[in-house]
């Protein structure tokens, strides 16, 4: 269980067979207390994680920082979430319903 977005982002491991054939880079926008910005870029099973603003996200992923952590700890369903207003998305909406499985969140 995370303890603080950095916490979880440093400590992401992404499985590459879940990622063969991808290209995408998911940006997270974290607000309020605790916030910030990550991105994890994602080519042909390879993935990497940094702090900071991607050049040209494929989609960008903008909650509180509270609503992150309660997501990433598997408190907050992803869909309820953005179906509730806490989670906006813009780009590619596809590659949201991936998170899930992709970072096995929860």
């Known amino acids: 269980m995370a303890e603080s977005l950095q916490d ?7 499985d590459p067979k879940k990622t063969a054939g ?12 605790g916030g910030g910005n990550w991105f994890v870029k994602i080519a042909n099973g390879d993935s990497k994680v940094a702090q900071g603003m991607a050049d040209s996200p494929t989609i960008v992923l903008t909650a509180a920082s509270a609503d992150w952590l309660d997501m990433m700890n598997g408190k907050l369903n992803g869909t309820t979430a953005f ?6 998305i813009q780009g590619d909406v596809s590659l949201a319903m991936k998170l899930e499985s992709l970072f096995n969140l929860g």
């Open 83 to 88: 179906l509730t207003g806490k989670l906006k």
């Open 22 to 33: 991808m290209n995408a880079t998911y940006q997270f926008v974290a607000t309020g207390d």
């Open 8 to 14: 979880f982002f440093n400590n992401l491991q992404i």
